[in-house]
């Protein structure tokens, strides 16, 4: 099987097939690390960013000298681009609530509990969206898009270390947060 | 992941029930389709209109040096008036770069 520089080499040449090969490869994780950034009320627009940054890297792909990874400089662009894109769609109407999408997974039973269990995922949605944006990401990827720490460390561009350290100083903030807001979660 | 404090431990699991949703995915289609925008934005139409655009900011660039200088303007005043707007632009795109870059390394 071909390197990616191999592939960049080529695609630098004009080779479809090449850029075509390297668009199978990296496709899903530009996708998930969208996703991550721009959460679950905006994921037709990760779709976007997705399309966005293979377009920009197919513009661009000359000018790319192979310094870092392929991988590593396709995942900065895609967090700059999903990062500029969330600054522009904040105050838009989101597809669907996230905490709406969670519960439509985890029923819980009695009208009462249910509607506890919604305020805090609420409270705690809210509470996510204030972090910096790679702890948000870190967080994303970690608890709903099932990534390993390592996929973490990857698509954000940081030692694995950094990773564990941005999902451990993440889930302190929100246990300060939460526990600000009166919300106990045992 | 390493060894959690039970108040750490809580908050995970709570993030594990809260979070937990269908993972999106791509749309099968969605490499191919990538590839026909990708072939029709690398068409000739699209490499004229950028030497066409090229083009039309030149000639601005030299209609406007000699009106100014029919105006009386020396060579300097002419330079600050055109370069100064592009080198905004460039500082503008320096500095929303280096914004991202402080926010991902400021979190560290």
């Known amino acids: ?186 | 992941m390493t060894e959690m404090e039970p108040r750490e431990a809580e908050i995970d699991s709570l993030l594990r029930r809260s979070m937990a949703a269908p993972v999106p995915r791509l749309p099968l289609d969605f490499d191919e389709r990538l590839m026909r925008e990708v072939r029709r934005s690398s068409q000739p139409l699209d490499r004229y209109r950028r030497i066409l655009l090229t083009g039309y900011g030149l000639t601005s660039v030299v209609t406007s040096a000699a009106v100014m200088r029919g105006q009386g303007l020396g060579w300097g005043a002419i330079s600050v008036m055109i370069l100064g707007p592009l080198a905004l632009v460039a500082a503008a795109r320096w500095a929303r770069r280096a914004t991202y870059t402080t926010m991902r390394h400021g979190a560290k």
């Open chain 1, 1 to 186: 099987m071909e390197s990616d520089s191999q592939l960049v080499a080529r695609a630098q040449r004009g080779d479809q097939q090449a850029f075509a090969e390297l668009v199978r490869r990296h496709s899903a994780p530009v996708f998930r690390l969208a996703v991550s950034i721009l959460g679950q009320e905006f994921i037709p627009e990760a779709e976007d960013v997705a399309q966005e940054v293979f377009l920009k890297v197919h513009h661009a792909i000359e000018s790319f000298r192979g310094e870092a990874e392929f991988s590593s400089w396709i995942y900065r662009i895609t967090f700059n681009q999903a990062v500029n894109l969330k600054a522009r769609v904040r105050f838009r109407s989101p597809h669907a609530d996230e905490t709406v999408l969670y519960r439509a997974v985890s029923p819980e039973p009695g009208p009462h509990r249910q509607a506890e269990t919604a305020q805090r995922d609420q409270a705690l949605a809210e509470c996510i969206r204030t972090l910096p944006e790679v702890y948000q990401s870190a967080l994303r990827l970690y608890y709903w898009l099932d990534a390993g720490v390592g996929e973490v460390a990857e698509l954000l561009g940081v030692p694995e270390n950094t990773a564990k350290s941005y999902l451990h100083r993440a889930r302190q903030l929100l246990h300060g947060m939460l526990k600000e807001r009166g919300y106990s979660y045992d």
